[in-house]
């Protein structure tokens, strides 16, 4: 039978103390919940009850969103889901690297920052490499970071233009049905870079950069031929090259440019007989100097909670398929 504990943590700061709590106090209520404790709040102390071990994680999980909050930084649901996974894990000791340097100010002011320890990896590839490969689920940020870092770099003029791509892979519908001209028919595609560019520069500034060529979002397809030079290359979307595109992609690196390319690997639209370009240059690049890989996980996921898990709940379906069928191959060759 688990002993039952009691812990205080002191709190130097109220300010600190009503962020953590958050409104109606739902942060608090949500640590309850998912380490099964009871916690009071006392003038300036917290008191923690529940068995030892629930205690301990409740406590190390108040303390790492106090010091988040007294550097300032918003406790929100995701940090919160994020820090007890820390916890649960015995990783909060890198709760520290959650509020680091902002990576870009968006047109309203906000400041974007990674969110978690992936994250802040992935921003830190992108920074120390030519090539940064970012793979993980929906909801990590891969795109919107690497435009976040793209948008930073163009500011401090250390690239010229900024080039964002994917590959106009037709998921469900033709592109040859739908209205208008090519670019019409392919800006479906593209939206999502563009929502990017327009939180990070406001829709004004960017239609302006646009109009001098500073900025282009365009399809992979017309990149073939090009050297690009002194530019931040996205390519997003890049599980649905073929190996033949990519190839072309990494190619068109010029001197003075940065390459960031994004995608999920468990969203592939190709037909069943083309190799994912992704996949392929995740394999064979893997030791290249200059090249970084970051794979980002489901606990990386910075939308809803239940984004995460769907994600989750994707994969451990996907392993049980896998069992099933390696067992079925298994009766066949005996």
Known sequence: MSQIAERIVSVERVEDLIAVFGSFDENIKRIEEALSVDI??????????????????????????????????????????????????????????????????TA????????????????????NNTITIGVGPAGTGKTYLAVAAAVAAFRERTVNRIILTRPAVEAGERLGFLPGDLQNKVDPY????????????????????????????????????????????????????????MKMFLTRLGFGSRIVITGDVTQIDLPDDKVSGLKDAVRVLEDVKDIAICQLTSADVVRHALVQQIINAYEKAAKKQEVKKTNQNQRKRS
């Open 190 to 245: 593209l939206r999502p870079l563009y929502d990017a560019l327009y939180d990070m520069l406001g829709a004004e500034t960017f239609q302006k950069y646009q109009e001098r060529g500073s900025i282009e979002v365009a399809p992979l397809a017309y990149m073939r031929g090009r050297t690009l030079d002194d530019s931040f290359i996205i390519l997003d979307e890049a599980q649905n090259t073929t190996r033949e595109q």
């Open 40 to 105: 009071i709040n006392r003038g300036n102390e917290l008191k923690i009850t529940g068995n030892t071990e629930a205690v301990d994680k409740a406590a190390r999980t108040l303390e790492g969103l106090l010091s988040l909050a007294a550097r300032g930084e918003a406790i929100d649901e995701q940090r919160v889901r994020y820090l007890i996974t820390l916890v649960q894990e015995g990783n909060d000791s890198l709760v520290t690297q959650m509020a680091k340097d902002v990576v870009c100010i």
């Open 108 to 127: 309203k002011g906000k400041p974007i920052k990674a969110k978690t320890v992936g994250q802040q990896q992935y921003m830190k590839a992108i920074q």
